[in-house]
């Protein structure tokens, strides 16, 4: 069974609660507390969740659990509703200083275009690094990853929307893609889906459309094709009638004055006003 698995079978279910996301994170500055016989630092692992009850009235919790080494059970320390929660900053766009940027542009886009290009993208890249503050202070954290910070943010987001009406915390500094919408983690995979079918049936059609100009030229060759044999038919036949009038008065066989000639005449001639 996976960590977040264990954490949420022994620590909420038996609340009558159910976790909705969870976030592995260390410190970023040390708590001035007094000394404990627990362990120092790096004894133990820490677990900021988010849970909510099952039963009405509904409350969510942010909870800070933290797992001892050599120890396969959990142990909650503190915890606040979400209603204290007064703001959550990403850091994602706070690395560095705009002070720093414009000093970087100013010095570098002249000369290095693409090292500048470079660096503005590093600045803007996520990291694992969050605040959450609450009504008594503030907790500055490192999540194990930035996927596993931006996962937590967002859907702490998303529980804020759906479970406050009023004084709903702020969220800053945070990257488009954690705040919903068309960008949000949680649609990414389902809006490459529907592009790669969009995409996929844009081409079938176009494919449809070409195989369907192939027909129509084909059955306009055909239709040219037999029009051409049935016109070198009749100028076929319209050469041998002619080659046998002028055998026969040639050969003084007929008379060009006679009935059969005369059918003749006028057959070649039809065929002749046929294929103008």
Same mark, same amino acid.
């Given at each position: 069974m996976s960590g977040k698995l264990a954490l949420n079978k022994e620590v909420f279910i038996p609340n009558d609660e159910r976790m909705l996301a969870a976030a592995q994170v260390k410190r970023r500055t040390k708590k001035k507390i007094p000394f404990l016989a627990t362990g120092g630092q790096g004894d133990y692992t820490t677990f900021i969740c988010l849970s909510v009850t099952n039963k009405k009235p509904i409350q969510v919790n942010i909870t800070k659990v933290k797992q001892f080494q050599g120890l396969s059970s959990f142990v909650r320390r503190s915890q606040w509703s979400i209603i204290q929660l007064r703001e959550v900053n990403a850091v994602d766009s706070t690395r560095v200083s705009t002070y720093i940027l414009l000093r970087i542009v100013s010095t570098v886009s002249v000369r290095y275009p693409l090292l500048m290009f470079s660096l503005v993208i590093n600045t803007m890249q996520d990291c694992p690094e969050f605040d959450l503050t609450f009504e008594n202070g503030t907790d500055q954290w490192t999540a194990s990853s930035a996927g596993e910070k931006s996962m937590f943010i967002q859907i702490l987001n998303h529980t804020c929307q759906r479970y406050m009406s009023e004084g709903k915390p702020h969220f800053i500094n945070c990257h488009p893609k954690v705040m919903g919408g068309g960008n949000s983690l949680l649609h990414n995979a389902?809006? !490459? %889906? #529907? #592009?790669? %079918? $969009?995409?996929? #049936? $844009?081409?079938l059609n176009e494919r449809g459309e070409k195989l369907g100009r192939v027909e129509e030229k084909t059955g306009e060759m055909m239709n040219s094709a037999q029009h051409f044999a049935d016109t070198a038919h009749k100028v076929k @036949?319209?050469? =041998?009638?002619? &080659? =046998? &009038?002028? !055998? @026969?008065? #040639?050969?003084?066989? =007929?008379d060009s004055r006679s009935p059969s000639n005369e059918v003749m005449r006028i057959t070649v001639e039809t065929h002749k006003e046929e294929n103008r």
């Amino acid at each position: 069974m996976s960590g977040k698995l264990a954490l949420n079978k022994e620590v909420f279910i038996p609340n009558d609660e159910r976790m909705l996301a969870a976030a592995q994170v260390k410190r970023r500055t040390k708590k001035k507390i007094p000394f404990l016989a627990t362990g120092g630092q790096g004894d133990y692992t820490t677990f900021i969740c988010l849970s909510v009850t099952n039963k009405k009235p509904i409350q969510v919790n942010i909870t800070k659990v933290k797992q001892f080494q050599g120890l396969s059970s959990f142990v909650r320390r503190s915890q606040w509703s979400i209603i204290q929660l007064r703001e959550v900053n990403a850091v994602d766009s706070t690395r560095v200083s705009t002070y720093i940027l414009l000093r970087i542009v100013s010095t570098v886009s002249v000369r290095y275009p693409l090292l500048m290009f470079s660096l503005v993208i590093n600045t803007m890249q996520d990291c694992p690094e969050f605040d959450l503050t609450f009504e008594n202070g503030t907790d500055q954290w490192t999540a194990s990853s930035a996927g596993e910070k931006s996962m937590f943010i967002q859907i702490l987001n998303h529980t804020c929307q759906r479970y406050m009406s009023e004084g709903k915390p702020h969220f800053i500094n945070c990257h488009p893609k954690v705040m919903g919408g068309g960008n949000s983690l949680l649609h990414n995979a389902a809006d !490459s %889906v #529907s #592009s790669a %079918v $969009q995409k996929a #049936s $844009q081409a079938l059609n176009e494919r449809g459309e070409k195989l369907g100009r192939v027909e129509e030229k084909t059955g306009e060759m055909m239709n040219s094709a037999q029009h051409f044999a049935d016109t070198a038919h009749k100028v076929k @036949q319209i050469h =041998i009638f002619e &080659l =046998i &009038l002028k !055998s @026969q008065r #040639s050969d003084g066989m =007929i008379d060009s004055r006679s009935p059969s000639n005369e059918v003749m005449r006028i057959t070649v001639e039809t065929h002749k006003e046929e294929n103008r």
